[in-house]
């Protein structure tokens, strides 16, 4: 069973900077992609940012002002969030798509989501 554990969620002032953490774990899966989404009051969910390998993604709204890193050996994706915005607030939702393995059976592009941690903006 793969589980998702995400903190570093809260309150902060404009201008301000949280830093949130996901934690994965569960036997039988290889992470291949960690990634960040949010979703807003009456908004869809959307892409913050990923990072598969060494490579970072990035949604428009966030570049330059968000950082995604992962440790590899702790199964921990990161994402530093600097100079926030009253539009950033939003729950924030881990992600991690990977290779899942069922005795002799793989199973590819699986994803987990976590259940979410709120990050609110004031102005």
């Known amino acids: 069973q793969v589980q998702l554990v995400e903190s570093g969620g809260g309150l902060v002032q404009a201008g301000g900077s949280l830093r949130l953490s996901c934690t994965v774990s569960g036997s039988g899966f290889v992470v291949n992609t960690m990634g960040w989404y949010r979703q807003a009051p009456g908004e869809q969910r959307e892409l913050v940012a990923t990072v598969s390998g060494g490579s970072t993604n990035y949604a428009d709204s966030v570049q330059g002002r968000f950082t995604i890193s992962r440790d590899n050996v702790k199964n921990t994706v990161y994402l530093q969030m600097n100079s926030l915005k009253p539009e950033d607030a939003a729950v924030y939702y881990c992600?991690?798509?990977?290779?899942?393995?069922?005795?002799?059976?793989?199973?590819?592009?699986?994803?987990?989501w976590g259940k979410g941690t709120l990050v609110t903006v004031s102005s």
């Open positions: 992600n991690v798509v990977g290779t899942e393995r069922e005795g002799l059976i793989y199973y590819y592009d699986v994803k987990y």
